[in-house]
């Protein structure tokens, strides 16, 4: 059995340039969150366009074994193509991760800096890394991962959607197999900032399901955040039971 809760919030910022969606068809379920980047004019845009061309593929396709490439590479299209008609190339940016599931099978894709966490056993199990600045200098040595959310650069992504690729740029897992208690966390930067992973275990260890974690979290991250002009701040929980 799959449970699972949204929440999105403006913060302090006057607009909400996150994203979330979600939606299921035959069994399958597909997950998206997109978070625009903030001083780019038209993140609310960018982050809506990307997120609906996923849903509205999902839809279409369902979630055949090319589908996250394909939906990634329409909605990267779309947002381009948008960008040229109202006379914003360059100006219409965000990042994304998708989590599909299908019975006891899951995979996802992800660019930028909103994460992914896999929990197991009440732990985190694995997450996405970030496409950022301060990423690379953990991969290289220079800084600690939790110094990633303090860090003066953590705002400078390296890879987005609505920048021109060579080559596609976002990550796809492979096909992984769920097990009963897994549980997923899609949240944007202004979500998982304010909150350490090891607060994010306590809230699902003691949670009575999805929402229920979700809005604990939630919680957290708006009372860590008070003072700091607040960035948008949304996120996706997920629930397995077998």
């Known amino acids: 059995m799959l449970i699972y809760s949204s929440f999105s919030d403006k913060g302090d910022r006057d607009i909400n340039e996150d994203s979330i969606a979600v939606a299921e068809k ?15 004019g038209k993140g609310d845009l960018a982050s809506a366009s990307v997120t609906g061309s996923i849903i509205e593929c999902f ?3 369902g979630t055949e074994d090319k589908f996250l490439d394909t939906a990634m590479v329409k909605a990267q299209e779309k947002l381009l193509a948008e960008q040229k008609r109202i006379g914003a190339v360059n100006q219409m940016k965000t990042t994304a991760v998708v989590l599909l599931i299908h019975e006891d099978k899951f995979r996802y894709a992800y660019i930028g800096d909103s994460r992914l966490y896999h929990f197991r056993k009440n732990k985190v199990f694995s997450r996405t890394l970030d496409h950022s600045v301060p990423q690379m200098l953990v991969y290289a040595g220079d800084i600690k991962e939790k110094h ?3 860090h003066p650069d953590r705002n400078r992504l390296l890879r987005v959607m609505g920048v021109e690729w060579d080559s596609p740029r976002y990550v796809i897992t492979e096909v992984d197999t769920l097990r009963g208690g897994d549980a997923f966390l899609l949240c944007s930067d202004g979500f998982w900032e304010p909150i350490v992973e090891k607060e994010m275990c306590r809230l699902l260890k003691k949670s009575d399901g999805a929402e229920d974690w979700l809005t604990a979290m939630s919680r957290t991250v708006k009372e860590n955040g008070k003072g700091t002009n607040m960035d948008n701040y949304s996120a996706i929980t997920v629930m397995y039971r077998d």
């Open 26 to 40: 035959d069994g399958r379920y597909c997950f998206v969150l997109c978070d625009g980047l903030g001083g780019h």
């Open 59 to 61: 839809n279409e396709i």
């Open 148 to 150: 990633i959310r303090c």
